[in-house]
């Protein structure tokens, strides 16, 4: 299966750099390009993408604007390609139900490796951005996630998965850890997000973290890999 990609940044080198090592990659293919947010909402209504890499900050409509439309359509998942000066609108692309998260410099193989989990549903978080995510919510007394409540409706099972989803274990090592199989953990990440309202596994796996559902209850122990 071929996972169909859409590009959006505003900066036609990275577009043409993305896209490079996209189309490059075995089982990848780019379908269309975007400068901005809007274009990249009407691009994918037409093209249905597997998965949209978004830049956040773009002229017109902003990376988290268009990720809260497209989310909210469920035209494509959404991995957002970011810099260390632009972590503080990260939080807001959190909440608009990003998959993940990546710094613009990362390296070709991690990129690719990311397109294709995000395609299969994974959720894909840089540590330091993680890291520095859930600090600006401490520091303005917020929580990353929006229904901590939620937390009394889960089942044991559940708020297992839920712990694992916050070390940033993808579904084939949750399967292995709890001795279920992946349409089983599935199911269960599909119910965890439900209970809580949340969009993503990411917004997920950070209210773990703050509620120290992991084994590590530690956020340095968020993998890049989920």
Not at 46 to 62: E, F, K
Not at 79 to 102: C, N, W
């Amino acid at each position: 299966m071929t996972v169909t990609v859409l590009i959006a940044d505003d900066h036609e080198a990275i577009r043409f750099g993305l896209a490079t090592i996209l189309d490059n990659a075995e089982g990848i293919k780019v379908v269309g390009e975007a400068a901005d947010g809007a274009a990249a909402v009407r691009q994918a209504r037409a093209l249905r993408p597997d998965v949209t890499l978004m830049d956040i900050r773009m002229p017109g409509t902003d990376g988290i604007a268009a990720t809260r439309q497209l989310v909210a359509e469920g035209l494509t998942q959404v991995l957002v390609l970011t810099t260390f000066d632009l972590d503080e609108y990260v939080d807001g692309t959190l909440q608009a139900g990003a998959a993940g998260f990546l710094i613009k410099s990362v390296e070709a193989p991690r990129l690719i490796e990311a397109v294709k989990l995000v395609a299969a549903g994974e959720g894909v978080l840089a540590p330091q951005i993680t890291r520095r995510v859930i600090t600006a919510f401490a520091a303005a007394g917020q929580d990353p996630a929006s229904a901590p409540q939620g937390l009394g409706d889960l089942t044991e099972r559940e708020r297992e998965v839920l712990g694992c989803l916050g070390e940033g274990l993808s579904n084939a090592q949750i399967g292995t850890r709890l001795y279920i199989g992946e349409t089983t953990v599935k199911t269960h990440v599909s119910r965890v997000l439900a209970k809580l309202d949340l969009r993503s596994r990411v917004q997920a796996a950070i209210l773990a973290q703050e509620n120290g559902l992991t084994r590590e209850n530690s956020v340095a122990d968020l993998r890049e890999r989920p």
